[in-house]
């Protein structure tokens, strides 16, 4: 039976926080936030300035720079955080998110405020249906947050380590929905700002999500295999 002295690492993919060193994927992951977010302001801002033109802004910066930020907080590796103790990158994680989930539903409010005064339709669009899921997971992912702070007072309820796994898992699927909205949103009618851009455009925020989630996503694997393997 594996050892449950909880200070073995399943996989080199994700070493131990102690050991990690710096990764590039990060660092490329926040370029390419960077210059999504500057083709977006671009696009939003190029034939004036209207209230819809914040909408996708707000999401943009929401989802693409504070929640991913906030996820590479606390992935090994993340330049910005190495460092730092792991209370101090948990803290940083909770405020980033906080921020995310500020922009995204000040975004939210505001494409409902235009379509309100331009007498639209809600939530028809594939890219409003995706938009709506993805801030109803990110309200769970935030409730989830708060039962994984407190993992060690939940315990007689659920392991601790599950909690956290749980919450981890969610919070992924949370990004995907709002990098999917996103992308949709770059094929709607909207989008007037030519083929270059939106392909551009599409290649960015895709790296973005693969760099952002596959550690996490191979973290909550191994974690998951090696408790498995405990309770076998």
């Keep these: 039976m594996p050892s449950t002295d909880g200070t073995t690492e399943t996989s080199q993919l994700v070493p131990p926080s102690g050991n990690a060193k710096p990764s590039y994927m990060n660092l490329t992951n926040n370029v390419c936030a960077l210059l999504f977010n500057g083709i977006i302001i671009y696009c939003c801002f190029r034939d004036g ?7 996708p802004i707000f999401m943009s910066i929401g989802w693409l720079i504070f929640m991913c930020t906030a996820v590479n907080a606390v992935t090994p590796g993340d330049f910005a955080t190495e460092w730092m103790p792991i209370r101090l990158r ?3 994680h909770w405020v980033l998110q906080l921020m995310a989930v500020t922009f995204i539903l000040t975004g939210f409010i505001i494409i409902l405020t235009n379509k309100i005064i331009n007498d639209k339709p809600h939530f028809v669009s594939l890219h409003a249906k995706f938009g709506l899921a993805a801030i109803i997971f990110a309200f769970f992912t ?3 947050g708060l039962g994984a702070l407190y993992s060690l007072k939940l315990k007689d309820f659920l392991a601790p380590i599950y909690t956290k796994i749980l919450h981890a ?6 990004l995907c929905l709002g990098v999917i909205t996103i992308i949709l ?4 009618k909207w989008w007037t700002f030519g083929e270059l851009l939106r392909y551009t455009c599409l290649v960015l925020v895709l790296l973005v999500m693969i760099l952002t989630i596959l ?3 191979l973290k909550v694997y191994f974690r998951l295999k090696e408790r498995l393997g405990y309770a076998n």
Excluded at 49 to 55: D, E, G, P
Excluded at 169 to 174: E, M
Excluded at 185 to 188: I, L, M, T, Y
Aim: proline fraction near 4%.
């Design 90 to 92: 948990s803290a940083r």
């Design 215 to 217: 550690r996490p996503t």
């Design 185 to 188: 949103g770059n094929f709607s």
């Design 49 to 55: 300035v209207y209230l819809f033109s914040f909408h």
């Design 142 to 144: 935030s409730i989830g």
């Design 169 to 174: 898992s969610v919070g992924l699927i949370t």
